[in-house]
């Protein structure tokens, strides 16, 4: 080859590295920032990164940016004493027989950012959204479904949470109740609450903090789920070979309903405790008083019994990183520990 041929070949390649930037960039759009009287923010059929941030007061502010193609689809508008952001229903995405093996990266999160600034002690709620969420310090009720999701929620005075599928969800607090439906592989991280109501079916994982007014558990499959304390009454329900650790508190009353192999382990004092267990499963409680009772086939052990780890609090959610267009946010060396990070900041 020439050095003619060499130098335009080279000179051509170097056009192209130079035209596609410039090109992605124009497809990139930003919208005029939009303002909406109220404390209602509405999200449905949302695929794409959402940041929810918190402000002492004011109106909802809305930024949105993306690839062109994606932010054609989005409608914001006004709704109910506050703001609706809806996506276009893709089927690929919420069609439930994928529920279980969707990676949420394969959405591309970061070719759709929504920003919102919610007044303090706003109502929050999220329907059928698959991608990143970053929900701040709201202290206001929270609804949150998800197919596909890795999201960071502060503090929140309720939460509604259902996840169905893959993923992980970590709230640092809720200052009152928690129901929770997981359907599925996802794990779900919860700091303190007030009093839980948790379905879980599947393979789903749960870790709680400290609950101050009871508990409720139903497992249909291998789920798991951890407490780090629970006083009231708890009541757990498992088919299946689910597993439920508490790791102390008191349980007044205790009611422990097993099928199949599935195990349950109580670091604390329960009162009037009534166990009954078909198959092989077994119950592990460090104390009581009152009467105990048991049918069945059941296998309850007294004493000291050995606790799993107690679950650490999640950590409040920090501002995630700058959102980039073009495909995954992560390198294909990245860790899972890695991306399990990068919900953090």
Same mark, same amino acid.
């Given at each position: 080859?020439?050095?003619?041929?060499?130098?335009?070949?080279?000179?051509?390649?170097?056009?192209?590295?130079?035209?596609?930037?410039?090109?992605?960039?124009?497809?990139?759009?930003?919208?005029?920032?939009?303002?909406?009287?109220?404390?209602?923010?509405?999200?449905?059929?949302?695929?794409?990164?959402?940041?929810?941030?918190?402000?002492?007061?004011?109106?909802?502010?809305?930024?949105?940016?993306?690839?062109?193609?994606?932010?054609?689809?989005?409608?914001?508008?006004?709704?109910?004493?506050?703001?609706?952001?809806?996506?276009?229903?893709?089927?690929?995405?919420?069609?439930?027989?994928?529920?279980?093996?969707?990676?949420?990266?394969?959405?591309?999160?970061?070719?759709?950012?929504?920003?919102?600034?919610?007044?303090?002690?706003?109502?929050?709620?999220?329907?059928?959204?698959?991608?990143?969420?970053?929900?701040?310090?709201?202290?206001?009720?929270?609804?949150?479904?998800?197919?596909?999701?890795?999201?960071?929620?502060?503090?929140?005075?309720?939460?509604?949470?259902?996840? !169905? #599928?893959?993923?992980? /969800?970590?709230?640092?607090?809720?200052? *009152? &109740?928690?129901?929770?439906? %997981? @359907? $599925? =592989? +996802?794990?779900?991280?919860?700091?303190?609450?007030?009093?839980?109501?948790?379905?879980?079916?599947?393979?789903?994982?749960?870790?709680?903090?400290?609950?101050?007014?009871?508990?409720?558990?139903?497992? !249909? #499959?291998?789920?798991? /789920?951890?407490?780090?304390?629970?006083? *009231? &009454?708890?009541?757990?329900? %498992? @088919? $299946? =070979? +689910?597993?439920?650790?508490?790791?102390?508190?008191?349980?007044?009353?205790?009611?422990?309903?097993?099928?199949?192999?599935?195990?349950?382990?109580?670091?604390?004092?329960?009162?009037?405790?009534?166990?009954?267990?078909?198959?092989?499963?077994?119950?592990?409680?460090?104390?009581?008083?009152?009467?105990?009772?048991?049918? $069945?086939?059941?296998?309850?052990?007294?004493?000291?019994?050995?606790?799993?780890?107690?679950?650490?609090?999640?950590?409040?959610?920090?501002?995630?990183?700058?959102?980039?267009?073009?495909?995954?946010?992560?390198?294909?060396?990245?860790?899972?520990?890695?991306?399990?990070?990068?919900?953090?900041?």
């Amino acid at each position: 080859m020439n050095d003619q041929k060499k130098s335009l070949l080279l000179g051509a390649a170097v056009a192209t590295l130079l035209i596609l930037p410039a090109a992605a960039a124009e497809d990139w759009v930003t919208w005029p920032q939009r303002n909406f009287a109220g404390n209602v923010l509405k999200v449905d059929d949302f695929v794409g990164t959402l940041i929810v941030n918190v402000t002492n007061g004011g109106n909802i502010n809305v930024d949105v940016s993306g690839t062109r193609d994606r932010v054609k689809r989005l409608e914001v508008h006004s709704y109910g004493g506050g703001v609706i952001i809806e996506g276009q229903n893709d089927e690929s995405v919420w069609d439930w027989h994928k529920w279980f093996n969707y990676d949420y990266t394969k959405g591309k999160p970061d070719q759709l950012v929504v920003k919102v600034s919610v007044p303090k002690g706003s109502e929050v709620r999220i329907d059928d959204i698959v991608g990143k969420a970053t929900v701040g310090d709201t202290y206001g009720p929270l609804h949150f479904e998800a197919s596909a999701t890795q999201a960071k929620i502060g503090r929140v005075s309720s939460a509604n949470i259902s996840l !169905a #599928g893959t993923g992980r /969800i970590d709230i640092t607090e809720v200052k *009152g &109740p928690l129901d929770l439906d %997981i @359907a $599925g =592989s +996802g794990k779900v991280n919860v700091g303190p609450t007030q009093m839980v109501k948790a379905d879980i079916a599947g393979a789903g994982d749960t870790a709680l903090g400290p609950i101050a007014g009871g508990l409720k558990v139903d497992i !249909a #499959g291998s789920g798991d /789920i951890s407490a780090a304390r629970v006083n *009231g &009454p708890v009541h757990v329900d %498992i @088919a $299946g =070979s +689910g597993s439920v650790n508490i790791g102390d508190g008191l349980a007044n009353p205790l009611h422990v309903d097993i099928m199949g192999s599935g195990n349950f382990t109580f670091g604390g004092v329960a009162v009037d405790p009534k166990v009954s267990s078909f198959g092989s499963g077994s119950v592990k409680i460090k104390a009581y008083k009152g009467k105990m009772s048991s049918d $069945g086939m059941a296998s309850v052990e007294v004493g000291n019994p050995e606790m799993p780890m107690t679950p650490s609090v999640p950590r409040p959610p920090k501002p995630p990183r700058p959102p980039h267009f073009g495909g995954s946010q992560y390198d294909d060396n990245d860790t899972d520990d890695d991306r399990d990070d990068d919900s953090d900041r």
